[in-house]
């Protein structure tokens, strides 16, 4: 690769660094709060394959634990065409609260956490960003519950729209039907 190349791809890892400084994590945020139960109701992915995939999804089910030291273990459930699958995942805090890391198995990565917006007793607004060939976003709208008003999807639309996501990319799964079967 020749200097113009490397100046080029040096000038979109600093526009992508930027694009994503300006993303702070819910001001005062409290671990304590957010810890229990959450289902994943709404969902903005901007990865080129996942438009493909995204009738297939259902609204997932976690469980958030907070740590003594700060960090979160996140259990999620998550149907899949003949199952249920349950994931395990371990969030390391930083020195920022309400932005975590963790590794990811599957990418064999880190990935970065923000809990953006949340009221903690209604919806959570989550930013996951991961970089391996290029970048990929997703946009997470928590509830703890399988219904949100109105309101508070139109507020994760809009902040997932401001994130440069496609319309199409926005979605709001249905329910999974016994995912997990004590839900």
Same mark, same amino acid.
């Given at each position: 690769?020749?200097?113009?190349?490397?100046?080029?791809?040096?000038?979109?890892?600093?526009?992508?660094?930027?694009?994503?400084?300006?993303?702070?994590?819910?001001?005062?945020?409290?671990?304590?709060?957010?810890?229990?139960?959450?289902?994943?109701?709404?969902?903005?992915?901007?990865?080129?394959?996942?438009?493909?995939?995204?009738?297939?999804?259902?609204?997932?089910?976690?469980?958030?634990?907070?740590?003594?030291?700060?960090?979160?273990?996140?259990?999620?459930?998550?149907?899949?065409?003949?199952?249920?699958?349950?994931?395990?995942?371990?969030?390391?805090?930083?020195?920022?609260?309400?932005?975590?890391?963790?590794?990811?198995?599957?990418?064999?990565?880190? &990935?970065?956490?923000?809990?953006?917006? *949340?009221?903690?007793?209604? #919806? /959570?607004?989550? %930013? !996951?960003? &991961?970089?391996?060939?290029?970048?990929? *976003?997703?946009?997470?709208? #928590? /509830?703890?519950? %399988? !219904?949100? &008003?109105?309101?508070?999807?139109?507020?994760?639309?809009?902040?997932?729209?401001?994130?440069?996501?496609?319309?199409?990319?926005?979605?709001?799964?249905?329910?999974?039907?016994?995912?997990?079967?004590?839900?």
């Amino acid at each position: 690769m020749g200097s113009t190349g490397i100046a080029v791809v040096m000038v979109i890892v600093v526009m992508t660094m930027m694009v994503h400084a300006d993303v702070k994590p819910q001001k005062d945020f409290n671990l304590q709060r957010f810890a229990g139960k959450w289902y994943r109701v709404g969902l903005a992915y901007d990865s080129p394959t996942f438009l493909q995939y995204k009738s297939l999804l259902k609204a997932s089910m976690g469980i958030v634990t907070p740590l003594s030291n700060g960090n979160v273990n996140l259990t999620m459930w998550d149907k899949m065409p003949t199952d249920c699958v349950t994931q395990m995942y371990q969030y390391e805090a930083t020195d920022v609260p309400g932005q975590f890391t963790y590794f990811s198995t599957r990418h064999g990565i880190m &990935k970065d956490i923000t809990v953006v917006d *949340t009221n903690y007793t209604e #919806y /959570a607004i989550v %930013l !996951k960003n &991961k970089v391996f060939n290029r970048e990929y *976003t997703q946009v997470a709208l #928590y /509830a703890r519950s %399988l !219904k949100v &008003k109105n309101e508070v999807y139109q507020k994760f639309k809009a902040f997932a729209l401001s994130r440069h996501f496609p319309r199409d990319s926005i979605l709001t799964p249905p329910p999974a039907d016994d995912c997990p079967a004590s839900a």
